[in-house]
């Protein structure tokens, strides 16, 4: 496995503990993520839900790099999840920037690594001669 989908791996499986958050404490969820917000149970299960979404893509991507859709939907996951925060943080003053940090650490990195490998995952076809 290449270094992205190891990557991948370690993203996915970190993500794994805000699922658990989500559905079984919610009090961790709220200290860790939405900190400056009320949180009901309701939320943190719907949450735990679209986070264990983008975990599967993470461990699917991770094994099937060279795969342009799967590839695609895993990036624009880390899009989708960063300007989610970021949106939370800067409109709706739900996070710390603390908080923010952490997801922009995981995700900017996941982002630009991706971007960085973007056609490297490509089968290489050999010419017949």
């Known amino acids: 496995m290449k270094a992205l989908g190891w990557w991948l791996m370690l993203v996915g499986s970190l993500r794994l503990a805000s699922v658990w958050f989500g559905f079984f404490d919610i009090w961790a969820l709220r200290l860790a993520v939405f900190s400056k917000t009320a949180m009901t149970d309701v ?27 799967l590839y695609l939907a895993t990036f624009l996951s880390f899009i989708y999840a960063f300007a989610h925060f970021l949106t939370e943080y800067l409109f709706y003053h739900t996070m710390a920037i603390g908080n923010l940090t952490t997801v922009g650490i995981f995700a900017g990195t996941s982002i630009v690594w991706m971007l960085l490998q973007w056609n490297a995952h490509e089968p290489q076809h050999v010419k017949n001669s």
């Open 43 to 69: 939320h943190g299960r719907t949450f735990g839900v679209w986070t264990l979404l983008t975990c599967t893509l993470c461990f699917l991507c991770a094994f099937n790099l060279a795969n342009k859709p």
